[in-house]
């Protein structure tokens, strides 16, 4: 707020006063638009990089999906449908380069072993052998 050069200190805080509803208000919408401004810098950042991302580690370890999808979850980094379309999600983007193939290669072993059988591990484990103790570091992290 820019008080007029004139103004005491003491009618600017009686003018403050008499509009705290509105200065509440307004502070608690800049909050929220920065939020969406934010969140929508990491979904492009996602749209850019995950997909491209998913497809290399596909290729490379020999798995097929049928499509990828970009949101906003809040409470899986990752999702395969039991048609193999794979969700994933954009606060991704927030954690770090191991984290990230993690999830996108735990999403595509999903691909073959639809549960968390020990089959499903043991395959995550012979494409990512250090997979046991990334989801460890995993699920210390929240998802913003």
């Known amino acids: 707020m820019t008080l007029p050069k004139k103004m005491s200190f003491s009618s600017a805080q009686k003018f ?3 509009q705290l509803e509105w200065i509440k208000l307004n502070a608690k919408h800049s909050a929220e638009c920065s939020r969406a401004d934010e969140t929508e810098h990491l979904r492009a950042q ?3 990089y995950l997909p491209k991302k998913l497809q290399q580690l596909a290729d490379m370890h020999g798995f097929k999906y049928k499509k990828v999808t970009i949101k906003n979850m809040r409470s899986r980094w990752g ?3 039991y048609f193999n379309n794979i969700n994933l999600n954009l606060n991704l983007m927030r954690l770090d380069e191991d984290l990230i193939k993690y999830v996108l290669l735990h999403e595509l072993v999903h691909t073959v072993e639809k549960n968390h059988s020990a089959k ?7 494409h990512l052998p250090e997979a046991l103790e990334l989801r460890k570091k995993l699920k210390s992290r929240t998802i913003s």
Do not use: D, I, R, V
């Open 16 to 18: 403050a006063h008499s």
């Open 46 to 48: 996602a749209k850019e």
């Open 79 to 81: 999702s395969c449908s």
């Open 120 to 126: 499903f591990w043991a395959l995550l484990q012979k």
